[in-house]
């Protein structure tokens, strides 16, 4: 068996440079007269990453015999005809990838309009040659095929339909119920998995939904492993927040299309992203960017893993095509001001530390302007700068209105009413929350709706995701007293928040809590603390409502007043 991750002689080749933010306006050469704070003990790179290099795995020892005990199923990405698994993923500028068995790779899908919020390759559906239909999700839940796909092109494009953001997890486990085409799974944030049987027709290529079930909220991570067991059909591979990872054989049964759960292993949460490598096999990418692959043995447990890159080599792939992790897009950054007022930007990586800052301005411009970082407010998955000056509202170089003078405090979560588009929470000084739905562009947005009041009892509210594991937008709330709690977000714009539950206390020691969104691109929103001295501690996201103890990333970060 042999993917672009991994093969005897493979190579991964760069695709492209990546610049900076796309997102961020105002950007200035950074300056070179004043020493930055240290981002991290390990000196991260200056920008976000993508598989440099070129990479092999060790020879041999038994994978033919290993594929050849399974039911090789056709691969669900074969981007450049010749049989094998090819990788698509999105880096952390937002942009689609592909990266190929024989070593090429290029700009995958280009001048798309909106960031592809998770990629599904379903093999080839029918269309006019044998390369493969890709399916791709937007922010705002719209489902698109691309048919007869190539290295960095397609042959045409159907938007197979809406509202597909009622989803947290889509993803196919290759061909279900046994008639030669791959199908489609897809998970509410309920936890309620549903099937779309391919069809075959290019007009029309997924069926009416079926319900399989209920509780599969109990995962992480849901990964498709095609035919892990040489009965032809498409098996599934799940993991538990506790790091253990099961097993569901293919039944070829729709009215029970998954056999009773098999515990394969422990020890899986190491990894932030799963994947399907092909024929039953998997390739699982740990918080230093190294990607180690599993092989099936043909019963549904896996043979010990194997190194397929060098160290770190896939660091900067934000979602992998058919990974298990739920997607996450819409801020991956930090904005700091100065005590001068100037404007520094950090980006964040796939390792869980920072990139060195750039200067965004300098001459003191944004001293006495109130500031925040919301998550993106358009289709182009980057963070927001907005900012309040004499009343006025403004989103990057939008100025939305007046009168907004009154709140004492706006956060940018990301999405609280359902719809795919980011939305904006502002507090008045009497402590009312009230919630703005954004109109997908960042140019406007709807009439306010009222939360509720009590949050003036908060020194601070934060948040960039999910942190509760259900993919929707929840939000942490700081009491003066040192108390965080979070508030699970529900996806209704007219009651957006469940109720509060305590975090734990002792987190008046923080000078600024900020949140950067997903730090190591497992689908869980993360957090950054900076004492009053200058100490940066992240707090990584590892099961929900929880956090891992705090980790140093730096120090001199009080040359700041304000992070967000």
């Not at 790091?243 to 009773?260: K, M, N, V």
């Not at 950090?346 to 869980?352: N, Q």
């Amino acid at each position: 068996m042999r993917t672009a991750f991994s093969g005897r002689g493979r190579r991964v080749s760069a695709c492209t440079a990546l610049a900076l933010s796309a997102g961020m306006l105002l950007a200035t050469p950074a300056s070179a007269g004043t020493p930055a704070p240290l981002p991290s003990a390990e000196r991260p790179v200056a920008s976000p990453e993508l598989p440099r290099e070129s990479y092999t795995v060790p020879e041999d020892t038994g994978r033919a015999s290993a594929a050849a005990a399974t039911g090789d199923t056709k691969p669900l990405a074969d981007l450049n005809s010749d049989g094998w698994e090819d990788v698509i993923f999105r880096a952390m500028n937002g942009k689609l990838y592909s990266s190929l068995s024989d070593g090429g790779g290029a700009e995958f899908l280009a001048g798309r309009s909106e960031v592809a919020k998770d990629i599904i390759p379903i093999g080839n559906q029918g269309g006019n040659n044998v390369r493969p239909e890709v399916l791709v999700l937007s922010e705002t839940g719209t489902l698109t095929m691309y048919q007869d796909a190539h290295r960095d092109s397609y042959d045409w494009e159907l938007r197979v339909g809406s509202g597909w953001q009622i989803y947290n997890k889509v993803f196919s486990p290759g061909d279900v119920n046994g008639d030669g085409r791959a199908d489609v799974l897809a998970r509410t944030h309920a936890g309620e998995l549903y099937v779309y049987l391919g069809t075959g027709h290019m007009t029309g290529p997924l069926s009416t939904r079926k319900r399989i079930g209920g509780g599969w909220g109990a995962y992480d991570q849901l990964i498709g492993a095609g035919d892990a067991t040489g009965d032809g059909k498409g098996d599934l591979y799940a993991r538990d927040a506790s790091g253990r990872l099961w097993f569901y054989a293919a039944t070829g049964d729709l009215s029970r299309p998954f056999g009773t759960r098999r515990a394969i292993g422990q020890g899986w949460n190491t990894y932030n992203q799963i994947a399907w490598a092909g024929s039953g096999a998997l390739v699982a990418r740990d918080n230093t960017g190294t990607v180690y692959l599993y092989d099936p043995r043909g019963n549904g447990t896996l043979t010990p893993r194997r190194k397929a890159s060098e160290t770190g080599g896939w660091a900067g792939v934000a979602q992998f095509a058919n990974s298990g992790s739920i997607p996450y897009t819409g801020k991956a950054a930090v904005l700091a001001r100065s005590h001068a007022g100037n404007l520094f930007w950090y980006g964040a990586t796939t390792r869980g530390v920072l990139t060195a800052r750039d200067q965004l301005t300098d001459d003191g411009s944004w001293a006495g302007i109130g500031f925040f970082h919301p998550s993106s407010l358009d289709g182009d998955g980057h963070p927001e700068l907005g900012w309040v000056y004499e009343g006025r509202l403004g989103v990057n170089s939008n100025v939305i209105g007046s009168g907004w003078g009154v709140y004492n405090a706006l956060v940018g979560p990301g999405d609280l009413s359902g719809d795919g588009k980011g939305d904006l929470l502002a507090r008045d000084r009497s402590g009312v929350l009230y919630l703005y739905k954004g109109n997908g562009y960042g140019t406007a947005f709807a009439s306010r709706v009222r939360v509720g009041d009590g949050w003036s009892a908060y020194d601070k509210l934060v948040g960039a995701g999910d942190y509760t594991g259900d993919g929707r937008t929840d939000l942490l709330a700081r009491t003066a007293s040192g108390n965080l709690y979070v508030y699970a977000g529900t996806g209704k714009a007219s009651a957006p928040f469940k109720g509060r539950k305590l975090i734990g206390g002792g987190w008046g020691a923080y000078k600024h809590l900020v949140a950067p969104g997903d730090l190591n691109a497992d689908g869980k929103a993360d957090l950054l603390a900076v004492t009053s001295g200058g100490t940066l501690y992240r707090y990584t996201n590892t099961s929900p409502g929880k956090f891992a103890p705090r980790a140093k990333l730096g120090t001199g970060f009080d040359v700041y007043n304000s992070m967000s």
